[in-house]
Nanobody
Framework: QVRLVESGGGLAQAGGSLRLSCAASTTVFSINTMGWYRQAPGKRRELVATFTSGSTTNYADSVKGRFTISRDNAKNTVYLQMNSLKPDDTAAYYC???????????????WGQGTQVTVSS
C-alpha cells in the first residue's frame, strides 16, 4: 500500500515562487520513480520533473532552469521548487510514484490527489 500526500499549491504572481511537497508512505513496496505531472483544463497531462532509477532527474523543457526537484529520504518526501513562475504554469499538479511489490515483483503506479497552482500576470 502506498499513500501520497501533497501540499504547497496556491496562487502566485508571474515571477513568483511556490514549493510543492509530496510525502510517500509505504513499508511493502520499493519506490523506483517519484515525481510530478501537471494538467491544465482542456490540455493533456505532461511530465514536469522526476527522479528515476539510478537517482537520475529529468525535466520538461518548459521548466528547465526554473523548477528544481529534490528529496529528503529521511522524510520519504519529494519537493518541487518552482521559481520564475509564468501564467502558463497554471495547472493541477499531481505527485506520482512507480513502485515494485517486493512479494510479487510486479510494478504499480500511484497518484496523489493533486494540488492547484494558479499564476496571474
Amino acid at each position: 500500500q502506498v499513500r501520497l500526500v501533497e501540499s504547497g499549491g496556491g496562487l502566485a504572481q508571474a515571477g513568483g515562487s511556490l514549493r510543492l511537497s509530496c510525502a510517500a508512505s509505504t513499508t511493502v513496496f520499493s519506490i523506483n520513480t517519484m515525481g510530478w505531472y501537471r494538467q491544465a483544463p482542456g490540455k493533456r497531462r505532461e511530465l514536469v520533473a522526476t527522479f528515476t532509477s539510478g537517482s537520475t532527474t529529468n525535466y520538461a523543457d518548459s521548466v528547465k532552469g526554473r523548477f528544481t526537484i529534490s528529496r529528503d529520504n529521511a522524510k520519504n518526501t519529494v519537493y518541487l521548487q518552482m521559481n520564475s513562475l509564468k501564467p502558463d504554469d497554471t495547472a493541477a499538479y499531481y505527485c506520482y510514484a512507480h513502485v515494485t511489490d517486493l512479494t510479487t515483483r510486479l510494478t504499480y503506479q500511484y497518484w496523489g490527489q493533486g494540488t492547484q497552482v494558479t499564476v496571474s500576470s
